[in-house]
């Protein structure tokens, strides 16, 4: 199947409200240091479409009776084979006949292609900004946009009216922790939601965050493998430290005047749910 229940595993770390979930491609090329999703996907960095996508997607779509589905939780819908075969935008096309509620998640800015679709139907975009600092953002996220081209794709949705979240995600001490200025200028824009969580650490990212960031790994080694807590496959910072952390972000986008939503931490301070979905009207 294609559309498929969101969080299959039922992880009790997870908030969101009930959704579906589609991804038109498997595996994504933005090389982020920090993907969880490369840990399950073979050869994930490998962006290919799905087989018989659009055919496959009509026939499930008839079963669909206004769901909320989100468009890509374990890749980014608009990589760069998008521009030539418009799958995404051909699967938009195909919901927006069911009355069904898109989120999309992105850190493309070629979403603003398909602005026309998105504002005509009960949608929201959330855009990935993980800091506002563009030599960051290509340490962290190699082949994505750099995080000033991605600030511009929002405005351009917005200016559309279509309503867009941010997830400042994962936030990892010592490299992006600070988050005032991309905070006060979201808030700028007119963005009313951001969804923010740390850095969970798996073997093989670990492996890449390494190499990319060596001096702030050795900084973060016992914070995570010492004095962290373990959920399954993946290594969380303390959960004081955590907390502290999210706390921080959630005040500085209250008083912004957001909605703040807390991604798989295991404590709730969402003023809204975690995930943006209530923007969609």
Not at 96 to 112: F, G, P
Not at 208 to 218: K, V
Not at 255 to 273: H, N, P, V
Request: net charge positive.
């Amino acid at each position: 199947m294609l559309i498929k229940k969101f969080d299959p595993w039922n992880s009790k770390l997870c908030t969101c409200p009930f959704k579906l979930s589609l991804n038109p491609y498997t595996g994504c090329e933005h090389s982020c240091v920090y993907c969880y999703a490369s840990s399950y996907i073979p050869n994930f960095f490998n962006c290919r479409p799905k087989k018989d996508l659009i055919p496959r997607l009509v026939k499930e779509a008839k079963k669909l009776k206004g769901e909320m589905i989100s468009i890509s939780n374990s890749s980014d819908p608009y990589p760069s084979l998008e521009k030539k075969l418009l799958l995404t935008r051909k699967c938009l096309e195909v919901l927006s006949n069911s009355n069904c509620k898109i989120q999309i998640i992105t850190k493309s800015t070629l979403v603003t292609r398909d602005v026309d679709i998105l504002k005509r139907i009960k949608a929201m975009v959330a855009m990935t900004i993980t800091t506002i600092n563009d030599k960051i953002s290509r340490g962290l996220e190699p082949n994505a946009p750099p995080s000033s081209e991605r600030i511009e794709a929002l405005k351009i949705l917005i200016e559309e009216n279509v309503p867009v979240a941010v997830r400042i995600d994962p936030i990892i001490p010592y490299l992006n922790e600070e988050q005032e200025e991309l905070i006060d200028t979201l808030a700028s824009i007119g963005v009313k939601h951001v969804t923010s969580s740390t850095y969970k650490v798996k073997k093989d990212n670990w492996q890449r965050f390494s190499l990319a960031f060596p001096l702030i790994s050795e900084k973060l080694k016992d914070l995570y493998f010492k004095d962290g807590e373990r959920f399954g496959r993946s290594f969380y910072l303390p959960r004081d430290f955590r907390f502290k952390l999210m706390n921080k972000i959630k005040d500085l986008v209250e008083k912004k005047g957001m909605k703040f939503g807390c991604c798989r931490e295991g404590f709730r301070l969402s003023s809204a749910s975690c995930d943006g979905s209530w923007l969609i009207s």
